[in-house]
Structure formats: structure tokens, C-alpha cells
């Protein structure tokens, strides 16, 4: 095989693994952002019983160069009749996410 051929097949797969890492990145830090989101929905919607689900989520960039790196999930909570979003950001490689509040809205029946 050429030596350019041989390169050119080697830089195709980092790439191809650098975007599956970032989908495994996103995977990782899960289970971990839809727990807070939960808890804080449990509390501000007093809903002991409420559950929460991903809605989307994006790896963000570091703000700086040799910066944090960063996993962003917006997570749906409902329960006891109400719903509400929340953004939850987790440093990538730690057990570190912050919940912030999105919206509460009230289910109308």
C-alpha cells in the first residue's frame, strides 16, 4: 500500500473516532445530568414521584484555549401534573453538572 494511501486511511479514521468520542462523551455524562435535573424538578415541583428525560444535548467547546470542556443536556421533568426544562452542564471527565431552570409550565386538563 502507498505511503499517502497508507496516511490518508489513517488521519479518515481519527476522524471518524474523534466523533464517536464525542457521542460517547455525551452517552457518559447521561445518566448523571438527568439525575440533578430530577432531584431539582422533584423539589421546585414538589413531586417526589416526578422523572426526567433528555431532550437534546451538544458537547461544548472550551471558552478558552486549553479550557474546560463541557457537556450540555436540556432534560424534560414531569410529574403530579406540572412539567418543566431544565439546562443542566456537566464538566466533561467529572461527576460536576449544574442545573439551571428552563420552564414550569402546569399540564391543562
Known amino acids: 500500500m502507498p505511503k499517502t494511501r497508507m496516511l490518508a486511511l489513517i488521519a479518515f479514521n481519527l476522524v471518524v473516532a474523534g466523533c464517536a468520542s464525542d457521542q460517547q462523551?455525551?452517552?457518559?455524562?447521561?445518566?448523571?445530568?438527568?439525575?440533578?435535573?430530577?432531584?431539582?424538578?422533584?423539589?421546585?415541583?414538589?413531586c417526589p414521584t416526578a422523572t426526567g428525560i433528555v431532550l437534546s444535548s451538544n458537547l461544548l467547546q472550551p471558552v478558552l484555549w486549553n479550557g474546560i470542556e463541557r457537556a450540555e443536556y436540556t432534560v424534560g421533568v414531569e410529574g403530579c401534573g406540572e412539567k418543566s426544562t431544565y439546562v443542566v452542564v456537566c464538566q466533561v471527565d467529572s461527576v460536576s453538572c449544574l442545573a439551571v431552570s428552563g420552564r414550569n409550565?402546569?399540564?391543562?386538563?
Open 25 to 46: 462523551l455525551l452517552a457518559d455524562d447521561q445518566a448523571n445530568a438527568v439525575n440533578v435535573a430530577t432531584r431539582r424538578g422533584q423539589f421546585e415541583l414538589s
Open 105 to 109: 409550565n402546569a399540564f391543562s386538563q
